[in-house]
């Protein structure tokens, strides 16, 4: 269509060039056979200068078309002298300039436009025609070459912007797609997580507490209800984390678990580090409660200049060098997984999309064995940010 476009219009320039001349075979000097060359001629040089301007637009170069440029010029030389050069046959003589740097490579389109500039003129001369046309034609070579130059660059810009953009769009639908699998990945891993877990809880109770079972399962039922709701929103890219309602379900399911954990009091903070630090908790309970045999977690929140969160349970081995890729888990990744979980999963999940969360925030993140049996969570985002 832009190519189309292109050709259109320079054609449609070229007749603000030919057309008098026809006119003046037509309705001045009414002479039929005069008038039939003259129009054969312009249709078949327009319809060649289009083609040759249409196939270099496309990239589709070719040395025949270096014959069809010299036909064009041939037929614009020879239609002054055939039909008069002072009937604004002349005119001609400048046509085929435009298309000397579209078909020619850079270097001999200039020699070739330098030639053409001194030759056009003089061939003027040689006609006949008046100083004031042999001036404009002297002037017209150079310009009309360097508008067919402006023309193929213009267009393969045009082009080079329209590919740029279809390719920033499937790049937005990439990270779109990632977004989603990420968000997918936390949701309903921490979610998923925390039904099995009520559920073995409710089946621990089942002979000998009714009134707990009872409990256990209105839990599930609350967060079946709540993980369609995130997930809906998930898809409608409108789920917002908070850091206070992450930490109170971590919180409340570690609790259930078995694993003491006393969930911090969060004072009010600035709105955009509720999300990364929100996924940070939730991604640490899920990998805890996965992965993990501790016995407690503990949670603590504080502000510098930055807010921090970090997570620390009791859960590792003390052979760090088990978990030298990072992991909350009782055993070594050789055995169960535990710490390959918590760095290996596909980009965007585990430890390598909280990571990309937090960059993205402008903050920072590290996750690691300590050393003395804990693993230790800690991501901190900087108090000034992005609303």
């Known amino acids: 269509m832009i190519a189309a476009s292109f050709v259109a219009v320079t054609l449609v320039s070229l007749a603000g060039l030919l ?124 310009v009309a070459a360097f508008s067919g130059y402006v023309t193929i660059w213009l267009f393969h810009v045009a082009h080079e912007l329209r590919e740029a953009r279809a390719e920033l769009a499937q790049s937005a639908v990439g990270e779109e797609r990632l977004r989603f699998a990420r968000d997918l990945h936390d949701v309903l891993g921490h979610s998923l997580q925390a039904v099995a877990l009520r559920a073995e809880v409710a089946d621990r109770f089942l002979d000998r507490d009714p009134g707990r079972v009872r409990k256990e399962l209105t839990e599930i039922q609350t967060m079946a209800r709540d993980s369609v709701r995130d997930v809906r929103e998930i898809v409608r890219g409108y789920r917002a984390t908070s850091l206070r309602s992450e930490l109170d379900g971590m919180s409340a399911v570690l609790q259930a678990a078995g694993i003491s954990c006393e969930r911090p009091e969060v004072a009010d903070l600035p709105a955009h580090v509720h999300e990364p630090l929100g996924w940070v908790a939730r991604e640490a309970a899920t990998n805890l409660l996965r992965h993990s045999g501790a016995g407690w977690c503990r949670i603590e929140v504080w502000t510098d200049d930055a807010v921090h969160l970090e997570i620390t349970n009791d859960g590792a081995p003390r052979r760090s060098r088990h978990h030298a890729a990072g992991g909350v888990g009782g055993r070594p990744p050789s055995e169960d997984g535990g710490g390959a979980s918590w760095g290996s999963h596909d980009a965007g999940s585990g430890l390598a999309g909280l990571a990309e969360r937090i960059a993205a925030a402008g903050g920072e993140f590290t996750a690691g064995p300590g050393g003395d049996g804990t693993f230790r969570v800690h991501a901190s985002v900087p108090l000034k940010g992005e609303a």
């Not at 075979?25 to 200068?49: C, H, K, N, Q």
């Not at 069809?68 to 050069?85: N, S």
């Not at 200039?110 to 056009?120: F, H, I, P, Y």
């Open 19 to 142: 057309m008098p001349a026809l006119w003046y075979e037509a309705f001045v000097r009414p002479d039929l056979g005069r008038f039939t060359v003259g129009l054969l001629s312009v249709a078949a040089i327009f319809a060649l200068y289009g083609r040759l301007l249409w196939l270099n637009l496309m990239r589709r170069t070719a040395p025949s078309h270096r014959l069809g440029l010299a036909a064009i010029a041939a037929a614009c030389w020879a239609l002054p002298p055939v039909l008069g050069a002072d009937n604004g046959w002349g005119n001609a003589l400048v046509v085929p300039a435009g298309l000397i740097p579209v078909v020619l490579p850079l270097r001999e389109a200039v020699a070739t436009t330098a030639v053409a500039t001194v030759l056009t003129p003089a061939y003027g001369l040689v006609l006949g025609l008046p100083a004031l046309n042999v001036l404009y034609e002297f002037f017209g070579v150079p």
